[in-house]
C-alpha cells in the first residue's frame, strides 16, 4: 500500500527532500543515496524541490511488499519545437542502495553499481486539463521492481518487458515495454556505488514481436523518429491507437526483416512456462532429472548453473563475432554477486580455461532422446530461436517461471556448451542443452511454420522428429500450472 504526498511533506522515515543548497541538518538526517539521486533530479528540476511523490508506507526493509521507497513525479514542459510534448516524469528510488546499512541492499563499496545499479524512470504524455499526475505508473514501477527483487535478474537497455495488458488498465494498445537510458537523468555516483537510470517506454504488441525478433535497440531508434510513436524522448502515449507500423508501413520490410535477416536476433532467452523430458529413461529412474520434479521435490539447479543462465538470459545485445556461453565460474555463489551489472562483454566471453570445475563436468549427462514442452507463447518464440539466433551461430535460453530448470538450444558455433555434435541432447541436472546442426534448424523451421500463426492451431499440438528422437508440444497454460510443473 502507498499513500501520495510532497516529497517535502514530513514523515516517519522521510525528512525533506535536500537539494545542492540544503541546510546541513538536512543532509545530515538523509540517507546518503536518496540525497545523491534527488541531487540529480533537482538539477533537472530546479523549480520543483517538493513534486508529488508516492511513498511506501510500509517500507520494504520492514516487510512491506513495496521495494520502491518512493516515486517522485515531476511535470515537465518538454519541447514542442523538437517534437517533445509536456509530459509527466516519474523516477523510483529504491533499486539501488539508498542506506547503505544493509538494511536492503548488500554494500559492496563505492566502485561498482549501487544496489542493483539502477533506478526506473517513466514519461507518460500529459493530457490537456490535466493538473495532477496520474499514479498508475508508480505501480507499474514497483511491479518491475519486485521482478527484480525476487528473481535478482536486471534490466539492461533494450531489454522488453512482456506484460499483456494495457499498462494503465484501460482498453489501451499499449501493453508491453521497453527499456532504454533516460534521455535527460545522468549517471550518479553515490556513497554506494553508481545509479544509472533506465526509462520505461510503453509499446504495443506488434512493436514488443520486432523487438523479440530483431532487437529492442533498433525498434527504440524507430520509435524515436515516429513524433506520435515516443520521438527523441520516447514518451509514452496511452491514448496512441496505432503502430509504428501502421503509421509507416515501410518500417516493417525497409527496417525490421532487413534488420533480422542482416543482425539476426538480440534476445538471448526469456523466463517462459517451458519443461523437458528424458525419453531415454525409464519414469521410476531416481537418478533421472527429466522433468522438473522428482517424486514431490524439484531436483534443484547448482549455484554455478544458476548464475549462467542468468548470464545467458540477461547478456543478450552484444553481437559477437564468436558467440560463448558464460562460463561456470567457482568463484560466485547462489544469487548474483556484487558485480550484478557485468559488462556484456565479460559475460559471454571467458578469459580463463579454469573457469569449468572438473566435478561440474563429470555431472553432464548425455542423453538420446528428449521431449520438450512448452506454453503456447513460449512455443511460438521458437522459430525466433532458431533464424534469429541459432542460424546466426547464437543460443537461446528458456528459463522455466514455474519450476528450476532451463533448455538452452545452441548452434555449432556456440564454444562452452556442454551439448556437442555427437552428443547434443546434453543436461547439467534439470538444466538441459541442445545441439542443433545449421541442416536441422532449417528443417524444423519448415515444420514449424504454423507457429509463426498460433492463433490458427488448437492445443497440444505436437511435432516429432524421430530420427533425431525429439519431440516438441505445444501445452495450455494449466499444464504448466499443475503441482508437478
Not at 520502491?68 to 514542459?77: H, T
Request: net charge negative; aromatic share 8%.
Amino acid at each position: 500500500m502507498a499513500e501520495l504526498r510532497p516529497s517535502g511533506a514530513p514523515g516517519p522515515t522521510a525528512p525533506p527532500a535536500p537539494g545542492p543548497t540544503a541546510p546541513p541538518a538536512f543532509a545530515s538526517l538523509f540517507p546518503p543515496g536518496l540525497h545523491a539521486i534527488y541531487g540529480e533530479c533537482r538539477r533537472l528540476y530546479p523549480d520543483q524541490p517538493n513534486p508529488l511523490q508516492v511513498t511506501a508506507i510500509v517500507k520494504y526493509w520492514l516487510g512491506g511488499p513495496d521495494p520502491l521507497d518512493y516515486v517522485s513525479m515531476y511535470r515537465n514542459v518538454g519541447s514542442p519545437s523538437a517534437s517533445i510534448p509536456e509530459h509527466w516524469h516519474y523516477i523510483s528510488f529504491g533499486l539501488s542502495d539508498l542506506y547503505g546499512d544493509n538494511r536492503v541492499h548488500e554494500f559492496t563499496g563505492t566502485d561498482g553499481p549501487s544496489g542493483f545499479g539502477f533506478e526506473l524512470t517513466f514519461r507518460l504524455k500529459r493530457e490537456t486539463g490535466e493538473s495532477a499526475p496520474p499514479t498508475w505508473p508508480a505501480e507499474l514501477m514497483q511491479g518491475l521492481a519486485r521482478y527484480v527483487f525476487q528473481s535478482e535478474n536486471t534490466f539492461c537497455s533494450g531489454d522488453h518487458v512482456s506484460w499483456h495488458s494495457p499498462l494503465d488498465n484501460s482498453e489501451s494498445r499499449i501493453q508491453h515495454m521497453l527499456l532504454t537510458e533516460d534521455p535527460q537523468m545522468q549517471p550518479v555516483q553515490t556513497p554506494f556505488g553508481v545509479v544509472t537510470f533506465l526509462q520505461i517506454v510503453g509499446v504495443c504488441t506488434e512493436e514488443l514481436h520486432a523487438a523479440q525478433q530483431w532487437n529492442g535497440q533498433g525498434i527504440l531508434e524507430l520509435l524515436r523518429t515516429v513524433p506520435i510513436a515516443g520521438g527523441p524522448w520516447l514518451i509514452t502515449d496511452m491514448r496512441r491507437g496505432e503502430t509504428i507500423f501502421e503509421i509507416d508501413p515501410h518500417l516493417q520490410q525497409e527496417r525490421v526483416d532487413k534488420g533480422i535477416e542482416t543482425d539476426g536476433s538480440n534476445l538471448s532467452g526469456v523466463s517462459a512456462k517451458c519443461a523437458w523430458d528424458d525419453l531415454s529413461r525409464p519414469p521410476e529412474d531416481d537418478e533421472d532429472s527429466r522433468s522438473i520434479c522428482i517424486g514431490t521435490q524439484p531436483r534443484r539447479l547448482s549455484g554455478k548453473d544458476t548464475e549462467q543462465i542468468r548470464e545467458t538470459l540477461r547478456r543478450g545485445l552484444e553481437i559477437n563475432s564468436k558467440p560463448v556461453l558464460p562460463p561456470i565460474n567457482p568463484q560466485r555463489q547462489n544469487g548474483l554477486t556484487h558485480d550484478r551489472a557485468p559488462s556484456r562483454k565479460d559475460s559471454l566471453e571467458s578469459d580463463s580455461s579454469t573457469a569449468i570445475i572438473p566435478h561440474e563436468l563429470i555431472r553432464t549427462r548425455q542423453l538420446e532422446s528428449v521431449h520438450l514442452k512448452f506454453n503456447q507463447e513460449s512455443g511460438a518464440l521458437i522459430p525466433l530461436c532458431l533464424r534469429g539466433r541459432l542460424l546466426h551461430g547464437r543460443h537461446f535460453t528458456y528459463k522455466s517461471i514455474t519450476g528450476d530448470m532451463a533448455i538452452t538450444f545452441v548452434s555449432t558455433g556456440v564454444e562452452g556448451a556442454f551439448a556437442t555434435e555427437e552428443h547434443p541432447y546434453a543436461a547439467h541436472g534439470p538444466w538441459l542443452q541442445i545441439l542443433l546442426t545449421e541442416e536441422f534448424v532449417e528443417k524444423m523451421l519448415e515444420d514449424l511454420e504454423d507457429l509463426t500463426s498460433p492463433e490458427e492451431f488448437k492445443l497440444p499440438k505436437e511435432y516429432s522428429w524421430p530420427e533425431k528422437k525429439l519431440k516438441v508440444s505445444i501445452l495450455p497454460d494449466v499444464v504448466f500450472d499443475s503441482p508437478l510443473h
